[in-house]
Every structure is written in C-alpha cells, then in structure tokens.
DNA sequence: CGTAGACTTGAAGTCGTTCAACGGGTGTGG
DNA sequence: CCACACCCGTTGAACGACTTCAAGTCTACG
C-alpha cells in the first residue's frame, strides 16, 4: 500500500506474458492512476449484485473467484495471482454475477472504468490485449470445467497444482520446484469441488506417492513430469506466449 | 445454406438482446460476408489444436463447446443457439483450446476474422459488443462451475432447463412452456457432468414430480416456478438486458 | 423388415461426503 | 510468560450419490 510504482509493471508484465506490446503501449499503462490497497485473507473484495465503477488488479498475494449455492457451499472458479484483473469483466457487464475474494493477504491497486476505457481508445491494440486477458481467463474456466466435471479428485488435485506452478512461473514469481502457496486446503477443497476432508486425504495421497511435499504453505512438486502426467495437465489452455519447460 | 439474408439479422438480434446498438451499426453486421453451411448431427465444426482463421456463427439448431478427458470422456461447457458465436474467442486467441459440434443438425455461417477485426475497428461500439457476447459467455461457463462442483444431480438439470428455456426465449426462439430441444440425454448428462445412466434417472425424477414433460424432442415446462426453485435458477448470470418473465 | 441409436431398468460397486472428534501450531490477552 | 482459543490439518466410520456393467425395450428409418 506504499510503493505505487510496481503496479503497472506488474500488469504489462503479465499483458506481454501473453501479448505483444509496444513500449509506447506499456508506458501508458504505467501511467494510469491506481489506487493501492492492502487486505486481509478471506475479505470480500467485489460481491455479486454490485455495480463497480473501477477495476481491481491483484498486485501482491493471490485472489478468487467465487459464487455460492444455495446450501452455501462455495465454488471457487479462478484463482488470480499477482498481475491478474479478476474483475475486468465489469468493464462491460454493469453488475457482477460473482465475488471475489482474497484467498492471502493482499495488495490490489484499483484501476476506474473510466481510466481503463480512455486508453482503450486511445490504444486499440490495448483494448484487444484486454480483451485478450479475458478470453485467456474462460480458457481456464473451460479446462476447470473439464476437470470438475470429469475428472477424479486426485486428478483434479495435482492439475490444479500444476496450472499453478507453470501459472506463477509465467510471470517469473518462482523458477525453482518450490514455490509459496499460501492457501488452506479448504480453500483448495473450494476450488476442486470436493470436501475439505477429502482434499486432505489427496494431499495424502499425493505426497504418499513423491509427487509434492509441503511445509508451512511452500509447496515443493518433487516430481514435475509425473505431477502432470497424474493432473492430465496440457498447458495449451494458459494460452501463455512461449512454452515454459 | 439457401437463404443468406436471415443470418445478420440473427446475429444482431442476440446481440441486441444484450448490448444496444445503433441502427448503422447493425447494418454494418448485415452486409458482412457469411459463408452459410449445413451440417448433420454430432459433427465437429472446429476441433481443439486448430487455428481458424473465420469464426463460425449459429443460425438454426444447437452447438456446443466441448473438451475430452485421457479417458475419452466428454465435458460440455457450454451450449450455443442460434445467433451465438461459439468460437469468438479465436478472434484473439490463435490456436482453439476446445472442440465446437453440432448437438443436433445446425446450419451455422462462417464470418472471417479479417472482415470481424475491420468492422472491429470501424465501428468501436461494436467491438465492445462482441467484447460482451465473450463475457457473458465466460459468466455462463462460471454458473456451470457452480452448478457441476457443488450441486446434486437434480438440481444441475433442473437448472440447466431453466438456462435454456430463458436464452430461447429471449432471442424470441419461444414463448410458451413448450420448446423443442433436440438433444439426446446423453449430450444432457455431458453437459452436467453425470453419466448417462443417471441423467436418464434425473429425467425420471424430474418427470415424476411434474416439473417438466417430455415427447419427443419437444420439452414443455409445467411448473416453471417449482422448476426455478428446485434448480437454485437466478437469471442475473445471464445478463439479458430485459429481465423475461 | 431389420438394424442402429436412444431410452430404460436392476444390481453391484466406488468414490466422495458427512459427522464427530482430536492434535498441533500460533497469536492474543490476562 | 502462560493460558486459552482458534484455525488448520488429520483421522475413523458410516452413509449416500453416482457409476458401471449388462441386458432389454422402443422408435425411427433405410
């Protein structure tokens, strides 16, 4: 909530991560008025029914997506991470017909509508990166589909810790086989569609089998090719500009 | 294949169903070049891995958007009705991350993506209304999620026939309780992530409580709010600009 | 008339849920 | 500095939803 120049690095970071862009293009993004807010884990952020005038871009700590059901159970449906624009769809849906969240203490700048859609016209081929961003983001929402709707939690389990790591790698947070996964496995549960209980016992099973180890909230993949074979992970779907190894 | 001039209005119908636009704008969607073919059944449109350079739009009968599991089994992620655009996103995403088929014999018209990218950049508008069609394509795929990771069975159906009932209608496809739904339970259990054995039992259930009637390939909705509520159905995801009663 | 595809049925089996309880670490207030 | 509370992770056992397999019916269509 201090230092304010990271921000636009941030997002043109992760925009060229999947983009092309010019300098010019870029500078103006590091340009744009943000506003700086540090959160708690597990605050609302944007809730379903609102109306936002601003965007919110995720610069420190990691965010979701989520809706919940009448029971109150909670589906997480996308996990952002720092350079992330998890509600950039309220630049042309008025009301949100989801929440967001922080999943870890976070650092969010926020961004006006107003702002955002000046330099879209003024850069037209910001506004296809934008909208780029977004289609990028339903890729993913379709590959989560797949895996929740076919696939079995142990499946589902290590293809969401794989999409994660080459995910975060994408934007050059980790390099190494561990990275820092500040997430309950609750929240895990959430996001795979299966209990808590039983997210605890995959976690079992996985690192049972060599495939992870945890301590604290860093998580180390010990064996990467067989994490994916074992996730049916095809990276495809990131959409990511090179093919991180 | 026959009649080319119903296509553009098609499109701009569902367009404005959603997003208002001029009535030059609108012209300009009429006058573009569209390739219009017919094709059967169950046949692949576009297959994961391509890279179109067109994008195919529906003008009668139902598509879906659809990726396969190793073990060969189907996730639908979503289903397209005339006047829908199922691979908009290959306009900036330049290799598919998913497969479109038709659900029943379709005719659908091919648009280039040079003709989309120019009318793009003549009229702005309109690229924020295409813009828009993607998101609320992403916010459909996001009740989905909720509906196959945290619902039972029977409610996922009876939510999946609320959706569709209320998109039919508002591109004024219907306008009583009965509509024809070419769609095998198969392609249904798809669609919710349940086996087909069990998709028929849901339809039995369904059945027996009066909910909905089936004859053929024509469904009529008998209780339309006992069928709401018995699917936690809220229709904000939807996005329509005019709620339908 | 025959065949293929869609729908239907029963029974057995599996994966994941639910409930209930306990352990361990961490932070906070007395 | 200790005690307590809380959250997270862990465990066992019973239950339930959905799957799988296998067979049989119905209908449409060539």
């Known amino acids: ?55 919110c871009m995720v610069l420190e700590g990691f965010t979701c997506v989520y809706k919940l059901s009448q029971a109150g159970k909670r589906q997480i449906m996308a ?17 949100m017909d989801n929440s967001i969240a922080t999943i870890s203490p976070c650092t969010v700048g926020f961004i006006q509508h107003a702002d955002l859609r000046r330099i879209c016209e003024c850069y037209p081929r910001l506004a296809s990166a ?45 390099n190494g086989p561990a990275f820092d996964l500040p ?8 996001a795979v569609g299966i209990s808590t209980v039983h997210m605890n016992r995959v976690f079992q099973a996985l690192r049972a089998r060599s495939l992870i180890k945890r301590c604290k909230s860093e998580v180390t993949i010990l064996d990467w090719q067989e994490l994916q074979e074992a996730g049916e992970f095809e990276p495809h779907y990131l959409h990511l500009r090179e093919a991180v190894a």
């Open 79 to 95: 996990l952002h991470l720092p350079g992330d624009i998890p509600d950039l769809q309220s630049l042309h849906l008025a009301v």
């Open 130 to 174: 934008l909208w780029r961003e977004t289609l990028v983001d339903a890729a993913l929402m379709r590959e989560w589909l797949l895996n929740i709707g076919q696939r079995d939690s142990f499946t589902r389990t290590a293809h969401l810790l794989c999409e994660l790591q080459m995910r975060l790698r994408a934007v050059a947070l980790i």
């Open 1 to 55: 909530m201090t230092d304010e120049t990271h921000s636009p690095h941030m997002i043109s970071r992760r925009l060229e991560s999947i983009f092309p862009i010019t300098d010019e293009e870029s500078q103006a993004f590091k340009e744009l008025p943000v506003q700086v807010v540090a959160l708690k884990a597990d605050r609302d952020i944007v809730s379903i029914g609102d109306r936002p005038h601003q965007c």
């Open 183 to 190: 997430i309950t496995q609750e929240q895990m549960a959430d």
